[in-house]
C-alpha cells in the first residue's frame, strides 16, 4: 500500500509543477483520499477558471476508479464552482484527460479508463488550460 501512495503523491506533485509551471495556481490537498470529506487531489485555477482534478496513475492498460470517488469529486466541483476532471498518466505516456461522464462504467461500483479508450475521449494538458 506503501508504495501505490508514494506513487499516487509523485504523480500529484509532477502535475501540480506542471500547472505552475504554466502560470497556473495550483494546491495539492494532502490526503484526500483518506479523509471522510469529499475533495480532489489538486486545485488548479487561473482568471476565473478553476479545476477540480482526481489524479490516476496505471502500469496496466486499464485503471479503475470507484463510483464514490467520481460521485465527490463531481461533489465538490459543483459546490467549489470548479470544473471536474480525471487526470490520467499510464506509465511511458504523457498527462491526459477526461470529464466524469466520459469514464467507462465497470459491473457496479466502478468505473475504468482504458489506456485506448483514453486516447479518443480525452485531451492533452495543453488543451486542458485553454
Known sequence: MMKHKQKGSRLERELLHMFWDAKWWCLRVAGSG????PC?????GKKGDSLAIECKGSKSTRKYITKE?????????????????????????PWRFLKPQHLSKSNGKHYYIDKTETLKKSIDFKTLLQ
Do not use: V
Not at 483518506?34 to 470529506?37: D, F, G, R, V
Open 40 to 44: 480532489p487531489d489538486l486545485l488548479a
Open 69 to 93: 470517488q467520481i460521485d465527490e469529486l463531481k461533489s465538490f466541483a459543483k459546490g467549489f464552482g470548479a470544473q471536474p476532471w480525471i487526470g490520467i498518466r499510464f506509465n511511458g505516456m
Open 34 to 37: 483518506s479523509m471522510p470529506l
